[in-house]
């Protein structure tokens, strides 16, 4: 059991340290991978620091892994994005869509994207109740 806590000691220390030198060398953004590495290092710390009675690690590492946590939960989300559609590809007037792109829009958008007009049709007969067929 002892070798256990050994192992977590040192897999605690390469997870802070590569994780510091990640950042300090450009490799990675002081994010959420970061934040996790310097957690579960600390996690690791406490473990070992508790096994070896070595109590000022385990408080620091206490207040680290704390950092840490408060990090991670300040950088989730406020609420769950909700399913955004992409930009429309843009139809443009005389091409002819034969890649079904616009019916594609219009179910993810509930309409059809603005395509400038083209010129006045002449005027449909009148129907036999008096409505006009639309252009």
């Known amino acids: 059991m002892e070798l256990l806590w ?6 605690g ?3 802070i340290l590569s994780a510091y030198l990640a950042v300090s060398m450009g490799w990675l953004k002081a994010g959420k991978g970061f934040q996790t590495a310097n957690l579960v290092g600390a ?3 406490i473990i070992n620091g508790t096994f070896h009675g ?3 690690s385990v408080v620091t590492n206490v207040a680290w892994f704390l950092i840490s946590a408060v990090a991670l939960i300040r950088m989730r989300p406020e609420s769950i994005p909700t399913a955004v559609a992409a930009d429309p590809q843009v139809q443009f007037p005389g091409v ?4 079904g792109q616009m019916a594609v829009v219009e179910v993810l958008t ?4 603005v395509v400038p007009s083209l010129p006045a049709m002449p005027a ?4 036999a109740d008096g409505q006009r067929l639309a252009h």
């Open 124 to 127: 449909m007969p009148a129907m």
């Open 13 to 15: 220390a390469a997870a």
């Open 43 to 45: 996690v690791a710390f």
């Open 110 to 113: 509930g309409s059809m994207p």
């Open 54 to 56: 070595a109590w000022p």
């Open 6 to 11: 050994e192992i977590a000691g040192w897999a």
């Open 96 to 99: 002819p869509d034969t890649t």
